[in-house]
């Protein structure tokens, strides 16, 4: 079993849509929890940084982290063409190596 | 703020050469700095951790004489694939982390990435 699971998509959603995006992880010493958003052939853009469970939320993107379910989520409030991208969830103890989801593959369609 | 550049963005090379790609952060002091693999449609490998001034620490599995890492200061570590193979192509990303006012919390800034083929 791998330590942070995601699905990989694609996810297909109209534009205007609200995109759920999640991550579920099995290491239970994970403090901090972080939202990167990757297009083609670009290195990671980091989005969201949560520390611990709770919400937290910048324009159209909101980030939920609950601990006791071991279960991140990112949500896009009003999505574009320009969010398709591949979107990375990645957490760590604290420690300073991160541990990578395997990415979903989001298509907003115009 | 906090930019990470990489140079080159790519790169073709002949097998047996040496390739160095460079990673800067450019408004920030570094404390640690990162080297990451990609493959197509993979998530990032790390390949190795590396704090300025000291040895860089290897993930398992990653050859250290062949990726050779120099973190020479707070904005500069270099990476080289020292007699590159085509196994060794693929899409390397760097990223740096800096401490945040003392808190604990460290954040990791990636660059735009180094795409390396080997012929």
């Known amino acids: 079993q791998k330590e942070v699971e995601q699905d990989p998509g694609p996810l297909s959603v109209p534009e205007g849509a609200i995109v759920s995006l999640n991550c579920t992880y099995s290491?239970?010493?994970?403090?901090?929890f972080m939202w990167y958003r990757q297009y083609s052939r670009k290195g990671p853009e980091l989005l969201m940084y949560?520390?611990?469970?709770g919400n937290k939320e910048d324009g159209r993107f909101t980030a939920q982290v609950d601990k006791s379910s071991k279960y991140i989520s990112l949500f896009i409030r009003d999505s574009q063409p320009s969010d398709s991208a591949t979107y990375l969830c990645a957490m760590r103890d604290y420690g300073n190596k991160l541990v990578f989801g395997a990415g979903t593959i989001l298509r907003v369609k115009s | 703020g906090a930019v990470v550049s990489q140079h080159p963005s790519w790169v073709i090379c002949k097998s047996g050469t040496s390739v160095k790609i460079e990673c800067r952060s450019l408004d920030f002091q570094a404390t640690t700095m990162f080297w990451y693999r990609q493959f197509p449609k993979q998530s990032l490998m790390l390949m190795a951790t590396s704090n300025e001034g000291s040895k860089a620490t290897y993930e398992q599995g990653v050859e250290k004489d062949k990726f050779l890492i120099n973190h020479a200061s707070l904005t500069l570590s270099t990476l080289t694939v020292t007699s590159a193979h085509p196994e060794d192509s693929s899409f390397y990303i760097c990223?740096?982390?800096?401490?945040?006012?003392?808190?604990?919390?460290?954040?990791?800034?990636f660059g735009p990435g180094t795409r390396l083929t080997v012929l």
């Open positions: 949560t520390y611990s469970s």
């Open positions: 290491n239970s010493a994970f403090q901090y």
């Open positions: 990223s740096a982390s800096r401490l945040a006012g003392g808190t604990g919390e460290d954040t990791q800034y």
